[in-house]
């Protein structure tokens, strides 16, 4: 029995540092922003009490509509890029026989250059004057019509700023997806090969469903990502042009920092919060039912 005791005082002596780095750091500022939300607030001086106004004034916001919908469209193709895209990449490392290290580190290192710079980069690269590397392969395929500022034209700028953000963490979920495939059981696959399957049916039949839980861990950790998604947009287009690159995070940081209506923004960053956690909620209601069935 002391021994018990004895583990429980050593659980909570690790735990402890890691909560109370989540309480002050995590939940006391989502706590603050709630609070935050029902007061009408420049900054500076006394808060004042507003009750629901900031949250009425979202739903008549045509902004805010503007800043949700292109946050959808982010999301499509920020979660298509960095899971579908990884786990490719994870299944052809899978058959890689040398050099996988090396492959390795060549696609994670985008996940750990500074915002700025890999900012910086498709900036130039979506460039038309001097014309960047886009443009540049458009005019060698003979497909110079195509070519634009990608950054500046309203039909291409949503998608122009969520590659980016796509692209930096693909490795990051390749190395995920490929751990996982590596630690499966090699006698599974060879016994589905004696049966008759095919590379293709044993990927599809086997070893996914088999990584079932780090896929939907991957793709939890990825819309959160993609709702909460910042730095990369702000620093390519500030939300613009007009309102056709503005993400609700961008908005909610204009609102607070630019305009000083602090208890809007906050409005704002408790229905990311609360999208987010819907978000997550549904997820695992889906994925439950289907284990259910």
Same mark, same amino acid.
């Given at each position: 029995?002391?021994?018990?005791?004895?583990?429980?005082?050593?659980?909570?002596?690790?735990?402890?540092?890691?909560?109370?780095?989540?309480?002050?750091?995590?939940?006391?500022?989502? *706590?603050?922003?709630?609070?935050?939300?029902?007061?009408?607030?420049?900054?500076?001086?006394?808060?004042?009490? +507003?009750?629901?106004?900031?949250?009425?004034?979202?739903?008549?916001?045509?902004?805010?509509?503007?800043?949700?919908? !292109?946050?959808?469209?982010?999301?499509?193709?920020?979660?298509?890029?960095?899971?579908?895209?990884?786990?490719?990449?994870?299944?052809?490392?899978?058959?890689?026989?040398?050099?996988?290290?090396?492959?390795?580190?060549?696609?994670?290192?985008?996940?750990?250059?500074?915002?700025?710079?890999?900012?910086?980069?498709?900036?130039?690269?979506?460039?038309?004057?001097?014309?960047? &590397?886009?443009?540049? *392969? &458009?005019?060698?395929?003979?497909? %110079?019509?195509?070519?634009?500022?990608?950054?500046?034209?309203? !039909?291409?700028?949503?998608?122009?700023?969520? *590659?980016? %953000?796509?692209?930096?963490?693909?490795?990051?979920?390749?190395?995920?997806?490929?751990?996982?495939?590596?630690?499966?059981?090699?006698?599974?696959?060879?016994?589905? %090969?004696?049966?008759?399957?095919?590379?293709?049916? /044993?990927?599809?039949? *086997?070893?996914?469903?088999?990584?079932?839980?780090?896929?939907?861990?991957?793709?939890? $950790?990825?819309?959160?990502?993609?709702?909460?998604?910042?730095?990369?947009?702000?620093?390519? /287009?500030?939300?613009?042009?007009?309102?056709?690159?503005?993400?609700?995070?961008?908005? $909610?940081?204009?609102?607070?920092?630019?305009? !000083?209506?602090?208890?809007?923004?906050?409005?704002?960053?408790?229905? +990311?919060?609360?999208?987010?956690?819907?978000?997550?909620?549904?997820?695992?209601?889906?994925?439950? !039912?289907?284990?259910?069935?």
């Amino acid at each position: 029995m002391s021994g018990v005791i004895r583990n429980r005082k050593a659980y909570l002596v690790f735990l402890l540092p890691g909560l109370l780095f989540y309480l002050f750091a995590v939940f006391y500022p989502i *706590i603050d922003s709630v609070r935050i939300s029902f007061m009408k607030w420049g900054g500076i001086g006394p808060m004042k009490f +507003i009750g629901l106004a900031n949250y009425t004034k979202l739903f008549t916001d045509h902004v805010f509509y503007k800043s949700f919908f !292109n946050n959808l469209v982010y999301l499509v193709i920020v979660v298509g890029m960095q899971l579908l895209i990884g786990l490719l990449f994870a299944v052809l490392l899978t058959y890689m026989k040398k050099h996988v290290s090396l492959v390795k580190t060549l696609y994670y290192v985008p996940c750990i250059i500074t915002t700025v710079a890999v900012g910086q980069m498709f900036r130039s690269m979506y460039a038309t004057e001097p014309m960047g &590397l886009f443009n540049i *392969i &458009l005019d060698s395929v003979g497909l %110079e019509s195509l070519a634009r500022s990608w950054l500046a034209d309203i !039909n291409t700028v949503l998608a122009a700023v969520s *590659i980016p %953000e796509g692209w930096r963490f693909t490795g990051m979920y390749m190395v995920i997806y490929y751990a996982a495939l590596i630690s499966l059981d090699p006698q599974v696959s060879e016994a589905a %090969e004696i049966d008759g399957a095919n590379a293709w049916q /044993t990927l599809w039949k *086997i070893k996914l469903p088999m990584i079932r839980p780090v896929i939907i861990l991957s793709l939890t $950790m990825c819309i959160t990502g993609a709702l909460r998604g910042f730095d990369v947009p702000f620093l390519l /287009t500030n939300g613009g042009p007009g309102n056709e690159s503005e993400l609700l995070s961008t908005y $909610m940081y204009k609102q607070a920092f630019s305009s !000083n209506q602090f208890g809007y923004g906050s409005a704002i960053a408790v229905f +990311i919060i609360v999208e987010s956690i819907l978000a997550v909620f549904i997820l695992r209601m889906i994925t439950r !039912n289907r284990e259910a069935i």
